[in-house]
């Protein structure tokens, strides 16, 4: 709750109003592998993540689940239950120990009405997140599996500092079936196409964090 002056939607905020926006907060930890809130939950609140990771992800009722973001400290989900009163669109799980800051329905009405370029915020974060999402819809219709799982590995990779000019680095840890929840296939599919990467020199992993070492294949 400290660093809300680094949270996104608070951007342009001075300190007297911070100090408004903490009177509407709590704080809640959750630990690694727990649900936060669940697809359909009729729930009111608009949770900051402090620390720690989470994955957002859609699932059906045979249990198959496509994971559509994974978000860290500064970040926040929830706003769209907030704002529309309608039950959540996605869960959300941590990947990792995680402590929110927690903003309730009638709290948050009441910071928009006192600090319209909050609102401003929250709609330039929307705009982007549909950008992502329609891109990630045409990546499941009109790549390969192969084409997705290149597209996975370098959004969520960075450069490697003092390092060769195409060397990458994903720093978190990144499972097979995390890849294939992901990309809409099975995690079989997915071995197949890492340890091509790998056997070919592509990547590699350090401290089961996946490292890119050079410009990956355009084609398997």
């Keep these: 709750m400290n660093n809300l002056k680094n949270v996104a939607i608070f951007s342009g905020l001075n300190n007297q109003q911070l100090l408004e926006v903490k009177k509407h907060c709590s704080i809640r930890p ?3 592998n727990t649900v936060v809130i669940y697809e359909g939950d009729d729930t009111d609140s608009l949770y900051i993540i402090d620390s720690g990771k989470v994955n957002v992800f859609l699932s059906d009722k045979s249990g198959k689940e496509v994971i559509i973001n994974t978000q860290g400290p500064g970040e926040y989900f929830g706003e769209l239950s907030v704002l529309t009163g309608h039950n ?3 869960s ?3 990947k990792e120990k995680c402590l929110f ?5 009638q709290g948050f009405k009441t910071l928009l009405e006192d600090n319209p370029n909050i609102a401003y915020n929250i709609m330039q974060n929307l705009a982007i997140r549909v950008q992502e999402l329609t891109g990630n819809v045409k990546s499941l219709a009109l790549q390969d599996v192969y084409g997705r799982v290149v597209k996975v590995l370098m959004s969520l990779s960075e450069p490697i500092e003092s390092s060769e000019a195409n060397k990458r680095l994903i720093n978190q840890k990144l499972t097979q079936q995390e890849i294939a929840n992901r990309v809409g296939s099975s995690r079989e ?3 197949r196409i890492l340890k091509a990467l790998t ?3 592509y990547i590699s992993h350090e401290k089961e964090k996946i490292v890119i070492n050079n410009k990956l294949p355009e084609h398997y």
């Excluded at 800051?101 to 329905?105: D, L």
Aim: hydrophobic share 45%; net charge positive.
């Design 30 to 32: 959750y630990p690694k």
């Design 88 to 90: 959540r669109s996605a």
């Design 92 to 94: 959300v799980i941590t």
């Design 101 to 105: 800051t927690v903003i309730y329905r």
């Design 189 to 191: 599919m997915v071995a």
């Design 199 to 201: 056997v070919g020199g």
